[in-house]
């Protein structure tokens, strides 16, 4: 990209705090953010940031190990979250590259919630598998096995797939991953037109 993704300006606000908010706001109970490069510049930001406060805020932790792999990154935002498999809520996870509506994760989430015999949910768009994918917190210690060399969490949910919904949303949104500057640009001009 160029420059810190984290910081690519989104509707007015940098995209991590966008993304904080939209989680906040699609029905999130708590936020858990793993930082790794310039990880004191965000945290930072993180906290001085009044949308970010008044959505509910964020907890940050830093991943030392980031440069290893995004399964390392899961793995540190895990260790931080409420563990007890009877809550009602799903594990959601969501990289900072991929802008979302709070509509959409209230999609995803309520996908989740009204099949409890799922185990995962992942929306899709015109059939293709999409992000936020929402995982049942019964898989907590499953997730913290993951590892790179095992494709991470493609091998969670190929182990699942028995218990694994797909869910179609027909939202462009599902699949957008901003790695590049034009992917942003296109990212943001679909996100202004609701394409």
């Known amino acids: ?54 959505a509910g805020g964020a907890r940050c932790v830093v991943n030392t190990r980031y440069a290893e792999g995004k399964t390392t990154s899961i793995k540190t935002g895990l260790s931080e979250i409420t563990v007890d498999a009877s809550l009602p809520g ?7 590259d991929q802008p979302r509506s709070s509509s959409i994760i209230r ?24 992000h936020p994918i929402a995982i049942s917190r019964s898989l907590y210690h499953e997730l913290l096995e993951i590892n790179e060399s095992t494709q991470g969490m493609r091998a969670v949910t190929q182990r699942h797939q028995q218990s694994t919904q797909r869910v179609e949303l027909s939202a462009p949104e599902l699949l957008w991953d901003v790695n590049t500057p034009e992917q942003y640009r296109e990212a943001l001009a679909a996100s202004k037109t609701g394409t």
């Open 107 to 130: 999609k995803v989430l309520t996908a989740q919630s009204q099949r409890p015999d799922k185990l995962i949910t992942i929306p899709t768009c015109n059939g293709k598998g999409g």
């Open 1 to 54: 990209m160029g420059t810190l993704k984290a910081l690519l300006d989104w509707h007015g606000r940098p995209l991590i705090m966008h993304q904080i908010v939209a989680l906040h706001q699609g029905g999130a109970d708590e936020v858990v953010v793993v930082l790794g490069h310039r990880a004191d510049e965000l945290q930072a930001r993180i906290g001085a940031n009044r949308d970010v406060y008044e």
């Open 90 to 96: 799903p594990i959601l996870m969501l990289n900072v």
